[in-house]
Each structure stands twice: as structure tokens, then as C-alpha cells.
């Protein structure tokens, strides 16, 4: 198992980075907010979880082990697979997941694209025991990376959203709301994360 990564990041995209270590660039694949805080040319660690099947091999990272190991928790429930598990952490930040579990607060956990009513009791249901409830639940993020001068391309975020489970049309919906209120002059990761929490409302 590989837990952590530390090399030189050579490509930063949406939902992934390209990480150099001993010559080799390995492929992570992150939530927004972890590929957002990277920047290129610059050294990163990461607690990372390796997925295997039969036919590939996954490396997927996250800022801390806090996120890790909720990421590989939360598959343990039946139908939660690494997409989603992931999609759960890049909209619900590790105490705001480990609170609605402890609390059994279905309606938070429903925001999260590929969770029904159902799906969510059953992840209350399996995890509660699993998943304390935090002393505190504090915010946490790294600064956002400055806008950038042109206006932002949407078919990347548009493209993460849908990668991430929301349907075409949501990920539009989401986009326009948040052009419209914060308008285009802002990074493609700000627009991003700004959607994310548009279609979390």
C-alpha cells in the first residue's frame, strides 16, 4: 500500500495532479480543492490510497490523512466505490461528513451527486460506529489561487462536475448562477469550487 507521495508536481488539472517522484510522473487523482492548492514546479505530500483491479492500478491523494482515511471508510458501505467516495469528499469537507454521519443528518449527505435518501440512511446506518463525531468542527483550505486575467474557460468545470456525478445540465445551471453572481473574471479552480458549493445548496 502506498499511504504517502512526495515529489515535484508537474501537472495540475481539476481532479488530478501528475506528481514526480525518482524520475517517474505518477497520475493522483485528487478532489478540487486538493489539485487546486498544488501548484507546478513546487514539491507536495500527500496521504494517498491505492485502488487495484484487476486491470488497473489507482492512486488517488488528499491534504491530509484525515481525508484518506474517510475516503477508504466510507467504501467499506456497500455501493460506495472510489468515485463516489470521492465525490463525497469534494463536497462535504472530512468534519462536515463525519457530523452528518454522527448526527444522522441525511440531507447534508444527500448533496453529494450519487446519494439517494436511501443511500444515505445506509451510510448513517453502517458508519455511525465507524466515524466519530469531531471535537470541533473547524474550517480549513488553502488560500485560493489568484484570478486569473482572462475570462475562465467553463468546459473544464464543466467536465469535473459531470466527471464528479452532476448531469450536464446541472453542471450549466451551477456555472451560469455562479457567472452571474460573482462574474467570469475569476480562475478556473475558483469557478470550480464556487459551483461545488452552488450545487451543495
Known amino acids: 500500500m502506498i499511504s504517502t ?18 524520475g517517474v510522473g505518477l497520475t493522483v487523482h485528487t ?4 489539485a487546486a492548492a498544488a501548484h507546478r514546479g513546487h514539491e ?5 490510497s491505492l485502488v487495484v483491479r484487476e486491470d488497473s492500478l489507482t492512486l488517488f491523494g488528499f491534504a491530509g490523512a ?3 482515511d474517510l475516503f477508504e471508510i466510507v467504501q467499506t458501505v456497500s455501493g460506495v466505490g472510489p468515485r463516489l467516495a470521492l465525490a463525497m469528499l469534494a463536497v462535504l469537507d472530512p468534519a462536515t461528513l463525519r457530523l452528518a ?3 444522522g443528518d441525511v440531507r447534508t449527505l444527500t448533496k453529494v451527486p450519487g446519494i439517494g435518501k436511501k443511500g444515505a440512511e445506509r451510510l448513517v446506518l453502517e458508519l455511525r460506529d465507524k466515524i466519530a463525531e469531531p471535537e ?13 486575467p482572462e475570462s475562465v474557460r467553463r468546459e473544464p468545470v464543466r467536465e469535473a462536475l ?16 455562479v457567472v452571474a453572481r460573482e462574474g467570469e473574471d475569476q480562475s478556473v479552480p475558483a469557478l470550480l469550487k464556487a459551483a461545488l458549493r452552488e450545487l451543495g445548496r
Open 162 to 177: 459531470v466527471g464528479l456525478g452532476w448531469s450536464a445540465k446541472q453542471a450549466e445551471s451551477a456555472i451560469e448562477a
Open 66 to 68: 484525515d481525508e484518506r
Open 44 to 48: 507536495t505530500q500527500l496521504s494517498t
Open 136 to 148: 470541533a468542527v473547524g474550517a480549513s483550505g488553502a488560500a485560493a489561487p489568484a484570478p486569473e
Open 5 to 22: 507521495l512526495t515529489g515535484t508536481v508537474r501537472h495540475v488539472g481539476l481532479d488530478r495532479l501528475v506528481v514526480e517522484v525518482g
Open 101 to 103: 454521519v454522527a448526527s
Open 31 to 34: 478532489t478540487p480543492s486538493t
